[in-house]
């Protein structure tokens, strides 16, 4: 009788002592793979329905300092950490195209979300902004950054050394208009921010900006080249761009808005509310991931390496002389005129998340602030589009998953002064509008 070969049998009878060592070997591998996988993923990427719907999505952003927690969170493998290994961060080249592709969704090959402008989520939501004035639902899911703006002048004016006070502009701008010339001041985006702290600026000095100059329109990272040429008079815009402009030594920077208002909110993190709205679990890794890069940013310790990942080419293509200073608090204002270690830097977490919190209240000053500009009707429901708007539920959920202890959790962030002596009381808005000379509402 042949005699059985069973070299080939997979039987468990057949295992000889090797085979038996090789898998229980293997076995004790996977299983440390998957505690190792475990603590790289403490939100429960991989548990049973726990993980984010999808493994990413796309986010845009402005090349603008503010956006470092955008390309941080990227750069560092926080959202791969998070379940979110396919996230895309996307430069966009204006507000208005960001804009535009925000509508269109990822669907439609534009975005889901990304850095943007405050107001915008009101100013889209309501359709106020968008192509047929179509509403587009957007939620702010937190605060990017505070500070680090600023107003910065064409050198044509540099003997009146303009500062956080306009006036001294004044006499010079109406005898250029006299002479038939125009002065024309830019901002980003009309009712986004920098186009809320230059007419702000302008007002209190007594310069009505929609009389006395022309606001136009110029992306953050064509302001320079367009003030070489000699397009615009002053222009407001975030960083690395007033940085640059003094290095270049083609203006001077008249102040930096936290001057204006201290500890001011800038950039948010918004999304599409339908993408939100389907994907709840991507959305808090979204969160997460860049919670704990705003944390990252805040260091000080990390400023350099920051300043490094950013101005690389494939994100805002700058040198980091242009970024670094003011991050750090170092402000060459141009002409002679610098500061240091000043508390001007650009903020990302502060002590608890207080800066990345997304606080209700500084939602109602922006509304009112465009409603002062006829942006809005004065009889807009503020809290009623704040409530629809603002996420900070959401914010409270990632939080709490990080395990940051002490964050906030209520609406207000209280009573907003300003370097004019205004105060802000988000109870009473429509008070602090009434207490404003320059405005277009009638209230």
């Known amino acids: 009788m042949k005699k059985l070969d069973k070299s080939n049998d997979r039987t468990p009878l057949a295992l000889d002592r090797r085979a038996l060592l090789s898998r229980t070997a293997a076995v004790a591998s996977t299983a440390a793979l998957m505690s190792a996988v475990r603590a790289a993923f403490p939100g429960g990427a991989f548990a049973q329905g726990a993980g984010p719907e999808v493994k990413g999505t796309k986010l845009g952003y402005i090349a603008l300092t503010d956006a470092a927690p955008l390309v941080i969170a990227k750069e560092k493998g926080l959202f791969a950490k998070h379940g979110l290994p396919d996230m895309d961060i996307s430069k966009q080249a204006s507000w208005g195209a960001l804009r535009d592709n925000m509508a269109l969704g990822t669907k439609a090959n534009g975005i889901d979300g990304g850095h943007i402008l405050r107001p915008k989520t009101h100013l889209y939501a ?52 006299a002479a038939g010339k125009e002065v024309k001041v830019a901002m980003t985006f009309p009712g986004g921010t920098h186009d809320l702290w230059i007419r702000y600026w302008l007002a209190a000095g007594g310069i009505d900006p929609d009389k006395d100059v022309s606001t136009i329109v110029v992306p953050p990272p064509q302001m320079v080249a367009n003030m070489k040429v000699g397009n615009m008079d002053a222009f407001c815009v975030g960083e690395p761009w007033n940085e640059q402009l003094v290095n270049q030594g083609i203006g001077y920077t008249a102040c930096t808005t936290g001057e204006l208002w201290f500890r001011h909110p800038e950039k948010i993190l918004g999304m599409r509310a339908d993408w939100v709205d389907a994907n709840p679990r991507a959305t808090r890794a979204i969160l997460m991931a860049v919670m704990e890069a705003q944390q990252w940013c805040e260091k000080m310790e990390n400023k350099a390496e920051m300043a490094e990942i950013v101005g690389r080419r494939q994100w805002f293509n700058v040198p980091v002389p242009d970024i670094i200073g003011r991050i750090k608090g170092d402000i060459n204002y141009g002409h002679g005129r610098t500061a240091k270690d000043t508390n001007l830097l650009m903020k990302f977490w502060g002590e608890k998340g207080e800066v990345s919190y997304p606080w209700k209240s500084l939602d109602t000053w922006f509304i009112a602030e465009n409603i002062r500009w006829g942006k809005f009707e004065p009889s807009i429901d503020i809290k009623a589009l704040v409530d629809k ?39 009473d808005p429509m008070a602090y509008l009434k207490s404003l000379s320059i405005k277009r509402a009638s209230v």
């Open 389 to 427: 708007t603002n996420r900070s539920d959401l914010w409270i959920e990632a939080a709490k998953k990080l395990g940051v202890a002490g964050h906030p959790t209520g609406d207000s962030r209280g009573l907003e002064k300003f370097f004019d002596g205004k105060v802000f009381d988000p109870a």
């Open 126 to 177: 309501t359709g106020k902004v968008m192509q047929g004035n179509q509403p587009l639902p957007m939620y702010t899911l937190l605060n990017l950054n505070e500070d680090c703006q600023a107003i910065s002048v064409a050198d044509e004016f540099k003997d009146l050394k303009a500062g956080t006070d306009s006036s001294v502009l004044k006499e010079a701008f109406a005898k250029k208009k």
